[in-house]
């Protein structure tokens, strides 16, 4: 089942010393940079790209944009 990023950043607030938010940017989402940047904002620790089920290539640009993003913002990357 589909958990909304707003659910993981909220159960992250409420449970700060057993969670931690990593959010998903599914695919088009426009301006993902900024997408992620917001969630940082919100209290995102790190970023899950999952390519099996976003049904795209782990090389695709829209993975190199949210690499690059994740990167620039000092973010961990899960990548299952």
């Known amino acids: 089942p589909y958990s909304s990023n707003e659910l993981v950043l909220d159960l992250a607030r409420q449970n ?3 969670l931690f ?3 998903n940017i599914p ?3 426009p301006r ?3 997408v992620l940047k917001k969630h940082r904002e919100q209290g995102a620790k790190a970023l899950k790209i999952h390519p099996a089920a976003d049904g795209e290539g782990p090389k695709t640009t829209r993975y190199m944009n949210l690499l690059r993003a ?3 913002l000092g973010m961990p990357v899960i990548l299952h």
Request: charged share 15%; net charge neutral; aromatic share 0%.
């Open 32 to 34: 993902v940079a900024a």
């Open 70 to 72: 994740a990167s620039e």
């Open 27 to 29: 695919p088009g989402t």
């Open 16 to 18: 700060p010393n057993r």
């Open 21 to 23: 938010a990593a959010v």
